[in-house]
């Protein structure tokens, strides 16, 4: 046992309770043969292959795949914060035109008629869903491009959004009007 005068009856009790020890050698440290390898994720890799099996086993319904790129247009002075809230949805949509089956024509004043009306009725965002253009062959989606062409020319549009994929994607977009 050491010789060290121990001044509490603990510190001795502790001293003769684990016995004697040896002090280590530098050149005595027992380290592994060789660096273990790296941890993988097990599991994170199962996830991954199941994924996988389900997109190859599911077929895909083409409904759920947005055809066309998203449009959207700010109106000069107008700060870009409107914008963004446009396309999260921060608005309320107050009324709705339905461009389906309609040609370029009967589009264009309907789009018009149903602007000029919102605004009359104090309606200062609202949607119109042009579509998707799934049906317009080599020319592409027609009436949205004619949608956002007729938009970007009017004076009252302060930002336009194509929606959010609960309110038709990019088969509708949401108006934000100026008021009178």
Not at 52 to 70: C, T
Not at 103 to 122: K, S
Request: net charge positive; proline share 6%; glycine share 6%.
């Amino acid at each position: 046992m050491d010789t060290r005068d121990d001044s509490s009856d603990d510190a001795r009790l502790f001293r003769e309770s684990i016995g004697r020890v040896r002090p280590l050698r530098e050149g005595n440290a027992h380290a592994p043969a060789k660096p273990r390898p790296p941890p993988r994720a097990a599991q994170a890799e199962k996830d991954e292959a199941r994924v996988r099996d389900e997109l190859l086993v599911h077929a895909i319904d083409p409904a759920s795949i947005e055809v066309g790129d998203e449009i959207h247009y700010l109106k000069a002075g107008q700060p870009a914060k409107i914008l963004k809230q446009l396309r999260r949805g921060h608005f309320s949509v107050r009324a709705e035109l339905d461009l389906h089956e309609m040609t370029a024509a009967v589009a264009r004043d309907a789009v018009r008629d149903f602007l000029d009306e919102a605004i009359a009725r104090g309606e200062y965002c609202v949607r119109i869903v042009h579509g998707k253009g799934l049906r317009s062959r080599s020319e592409g989606p027609v009436l949205k491009r004619m949608t956002a062409t007729l938009l970007a020319r009017r004076k009252d549009v302060l930002a336009y959004a194509s929606a959010r994929p609960a309110q038709g994607g990019t088969g509708a977009v949401l108006v934000l009007l100026a008021r009178a």
